[in-house]
């Protein structure tokens, strides 16, 4: 096996290319988008990612990754778009479909197809194989189809890449191995062979834990706030016990997985997926809720300048999917009584509907800060050009990153932290 033709150049496509190419594959990356194709076939990227632009640039020049707006003949064809949801939070499955039919007259008898978009349960068996089947293949004989699931953290997808352990289901055994082969030349990690629907299933449960824990920790900052307790407080000493391991709160959850992949379960099973979906409610309802302690920290200005710290959903990166920062964001510009000023680092303005600000002009004259992204740059953060340029130094450290805590010339409220309010 020597080509791979990968489909989508996102997040996840583009760093899994490049990987592939580094490790000697030929490799072609498809993408709708003229200007990722463009700029990849020059050695350029846009996505922010530690690392990725030496590799591209290397692999671009040693003619192993190059890109295409059409899919080409392969001997393994990798398919990795994005899986958002509907408005009633089901799957969108579409671009999978897309990228099925595309490639379908360009596969022949004995190729491998992967799926690593993230899908609902039963995907590769019910939609999937029989886009095929239709096609003239039997993709229980002629192809070799499985699901490979992508599990990696932004900032450190070139190294999980490498050296994570990766589900492979087959909608065959025999397909589960030939795509487990696929990997096996670039992955160090265990290489877990199982069934379709049980690598679907096994990573929407590896996200769901993580939003399920999360709810848990924003319900207990909304409890202590009541009772005038410190949330962080009580996690640290509950996370002594050698069994516990609370997670920490916060202003919601975003990107493409734990905000997306537990719908899929409820999709599936609503009944039976209800602590599934009150968790989902709970991190929903987080946005609004440090809205109005926003508003309550502003009650005595008539007009309050707010700025806003931090779009993406994680720190360090420049992901703003599904970030519960942008909702943050959006209400507040909407809402008449606030002078709202935005500023993030790492976030480009084509990303964003509305005006971005430098820190200087965030925070000067701001009655109050508030930080809603973990990056590097708020955990450092100069008290000094604070104190001296707002109107009234308050920090609203809804990460409970910057490492601040009030004093004589400076007043920090946390997430899971309201005494005094």
Known sequence: ????????????????????????????????????????????????????????????????????????????????????????????????????QKIVPHVKKGDVVIVEST?????????VAPIFREAGFDPEQ????????????????????????????????????????????????????????????SKLMENTFRDVNIALANELAKICAELGVDAHKVIELANRHPRVNLHQPGPGVGGHCLAVDPYFIVEKAPAAAQMIKLSRDINNSMPDYVIDQIIRMTSDIERPSVALFGLTYKGNIDDVRESPAIEIVEKMIENPRFNVRVHDPHVRTEQVSFPLSSFEEAVESAHLVVILADHNEFKSLDVSKLTNSMARPVIFDTKNCTGLESGSSLTVHKIGDLRGL
């Open 1 to 100: 096996m020597q080509k791979i033709c990968i489909i989508g150049l996102g997040y996840i496509g583009l760093p899994t290319a490049a990987v592939f190419a580094r490790a000697g594959y030929d490799v072609v990356g498809v993408d709708v988008n003229e200007k990722v194709v463009e700029l990849l076939n020059k050695g350029e990227i846009i996505i922010e990612e530690t690392g990725l632009p030496e590799v591209v640039k290397e692999a671009v020049e040693s003619g192993k990754l190059r890109a295409s707006l059409e899919p080409e003949a392969a001997d393994a064809f990798i398919i990795a778009v994005p899986t958002p949801v509907h408005e009633d939070h089901s799957a969108n499955v579409d671009y999978v479909v897309s990228a099925a």
């Open 142 to 201: 002629d192809i070799h189809l499985a699901h490979c699931p992508e599990r990696v953290l932004p900032g450190r997808i070139l190294i999980e890449l490498v050296e994570n352990a990766r589900i492979v289901g087959g909608l065959t055994p025999a397909a589960a191995q030939k795509a487990a082969d696929v990997y096996r030349r670039v992955v160090t990690g265990d290489i877990l062979v199982t069934e379709a629907v049980t690598a679907e299933m």
């Open 119 to 127: 899908i609902p349960p039963r995907t590769i068996d019910d939609i």
